[in-house]
């Protein structure tokens, strides 16, 4: 599949060359949400950053989209788990990008790093896709719906590819990085479901999932080929 190519997919996120790119962190979600947040749960994320760039050692981190949870004020933890982020990333010699999404509307209060609508590796962009992208490229990858899909009754968090599904282009969709986030089951979704606008062909997109006991990635075919047997 042409949408996958030089991609690797590891622990809901993705690698493309030196280019790691996660989405949807919604740090802050369960602060906003008024939940008592779980022990730890902000320096999970971290780790797990400071996991992925020992493993791939990348040159840029973007962060595409939905890296706040927060509309009118921000938590003390929220701005705990972003230095966090942010020592890991340095630490790792990395540079870090925001693409920011709907919900980074108080971005600009706790991130002074570089931000860009969309960030371009040679013929892919990278935006959150929560609107239409103005560059034109060969593959988008994008965030936004925060994919999940349930298959004998486990519901496990998954990537949709596709080729040439969005304006002749192919697509890769990424779950949301945080594990706090429930996501969306995209087993019965058609395309109006999604609340991307690169999302026009639902039956067309493959749903990709990771097993972290084998270390592998399970392939199935495209929805609409695949979900009479879910």
Known sequence: MDALSGLRLR??????DDLLVLADLHVGKAAAANV????????????????LCEQFDPETVVLAGDLLHSFETVPHLVEETLDGLGDAIDGAGASVVVTPGNHDTMLDVVWGGVTTPEHRIDDTVVCHGHVEPAADAERYIIGHDHPTITIEGHTRPCYLAGDGVYRGAD???????????????????TAGDFLSP???DADALAPLVRDTNRDETLGFPPLGEFRHRL
Do not use: C, Y
Request: hydrophobic share 50%; aromatic share 2%; glycine share 6%.
């Open 171 to 189: 697509l890769l969709v990424v779950p949301s990085f945080n594990r706090l986030v429930s996501g969306v089951e995209i087993n019965e979704m």
């Open 198 to 200: 690169l999302v026009q």
């Open 36 to 51: 008592q947040v779980p022990v730890g749960a902000g320096a999970d994320m971290v780790d797990r950053v400071e996991t």
């Open 11 to 16: 622990d809901r996120a993705v690698v493309l």
